[in-house]
């Protein structure tokens, strides 16, 4: 079994100076990443795309890493509406398999939530902008940065030479901030094969509490959606004249709600 031990004498420095010295780069790949609108909330042909372009630059970079990659289609999207979209791959990686290593599995999502500068931000949302050190930008933190910190921390291994000390798989989706369609089939799925050799998950997908203390997610509540729908009169009645007398859809979902 697995026992946590201190790091080669050295390895620590080593890794925080190259990583020192390519800020820039992981910058640079950051800014690429919020740059693309991949918004899974509203259901519009040109945004899944966008969501697809995301997880293929994704599952590059991975491959680049010397992860084996499997994209997995996980089928259409029912809308409310009655019409279908399809749903982005949901990426399974894995980067070595030593027996003697313990597997960490890595999740994070690459989809958004929909941003638009009318909202409220000081810059476009899509172009990752720095103030005063800190850098803004839709997904930087939620989750595109973690995503991407854990990648560039496997990088600076591999560019040092240094052995891993874990095995290292990854599951990354497009659809966390709509329900996560189609994971939970995928997991299921995969639970005797991708899943099978893994002995620790980090959820990469939440918050520091200050600058220096990550928080520690050990339970979530889950989501529950209802969707409510009031058919009435093709006609709008007057309240004047109809009000008390014919029952109004709206004070219906109110009742309801
Ligand atoms: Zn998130």
Same mark, same amino acid.
């Given at each position: 079994?697995?026992?946590?031990?201190?790091?080669?004498?050295?390895?620590?420095?080593?890794?925080?100076?190259?990583?020192?010295?390519?800020?820039?780069?992981? *910058?640079?790949?950051?800014?690429?990443?919020?740059? *693309?609108?991949?918004?899974?909330?509203?259901?519009?042909?040109?945004? /899944?795309?966008? #969501?697809?372009?995301?997880?293929?630059?994704?599952?590059?970079?991975?491959?680049?890493?010397? %992860?084996?990659?499997?994209?997995?289609?996980?089928?259409?999207?029912?809308?409310?509406? !009655?019409?279908? @979209?399809?749903?982005?791959?949901?990426?399974? $990686?894995?980067?070595?398999?030593?027996?003697?290593? %313990?597997?960490?599995?890595?999740? !994070?999502?690459?989809? *958004?939530?929909?941003?638009?500068?009318?909202? !409220?931000?000081?810059?476009?949302?899509?172009?990752?902008?720095?103030?005063?050190?800190? @850098?803004?930008?839709?997904?930087?933190?939620?989750?595109?940065?973690?995503?991407?910190?854990?990648?560039?921390?496997?990088?600076?291994?591999?560019?040092? &030479?240094?052995?891993?000390?874990?095995?290292?798989?990854?599951?990354?989706?497009?659809?966390?901030?709509?329900?996560?369609?189609?994971?939970?089939?995928?997991?299921?799925? &995969?639970?005797?094969?991708?899943?099978?050799?893994?002995?620790?998950?980090?959820?990469?997908?939440?918050?520091? #509490?200050?600058? /220096?203390?990550?928080?520690?997610?050990?339970?979530?509540?889950?989501?529950?959606?209802? /969707?409510?729908?009031? /058919?009435?009169?093709?006609?709008?009645?007057?309240?004047?004249?109809?009000?008390?007398? #014919?029952?109004?859809?709206?004070?219906?979902?109110? $009742?309801?709600?």
């Amino acid at each position: 079994m697995f026992s946590p031990s201190s790091p080669p004498a050295g390895l620590l420095e080593k890794a925080f100076q190259y990583i020192d010295l390519h800020q820039n780069e992981f *910058v640079q790949t950051l800014k690429e990443w919020v740059a *693309v609108e991949s918004d899974s909330v509203q259901p519009q042909p040109r945004l /899944r795309w966008e #969501l697809f372009r995301m997880m293929t630059l994704a599952a590059d970079r991975l491959r680049r890493l010397g %992860a084996s990659v499997d994209s997995v289609d996980p089928g259409v999207q029912q809308l409310p509406n !009655g019409q279908t @979209l399809p749903i982005p791959p949901i990426i399974l $990686a894995e980067l070595g398999n030593d027996p003697k290593k %313990a597997t960490v599995c890595f999740y !994070g999502h690459l989809d *958004v939530q929909p941003a638009r500068q009318e909202d !409220g931000w000081l810059s476009d949302p899509y172009t990752l902008t720095e103030v005063d050190g800190k @850098l803004y930008g839709r997904g930087a933190t939620d989750n595109k940065g973690p995503v991407l910190a854990w990648i560039n921390a496997v990088s600076t291994f591999r560019s040092l &030479e240094e052995d891993l000390p874990v095995n290292i798989k990854f599951v990354i989706e497009g659809m966390e901030e709509a329900g996560s369609a189609g994971l939970e089939e995928l997991v299921r799925k &995969e639970k005797d094969r991708f899943f099978s050799s893994v002995d620790y998950v980090v959820i990469s997908d939440n918050l520091w #509490l200050s600058q /220096r203390k990550p928080a520690l997610t050990y339970g979530t509540r889950g989501n529950s959606y209802f /969707r409510v729908e009031v /058919r009435c009169r093709d006609q709008d009645f007057h309240s004047g004249t109809f009000g008390g007398i #014919l029952n109004e859809p709206m004070a219906d979902l109110v $009742a309801l709600l």
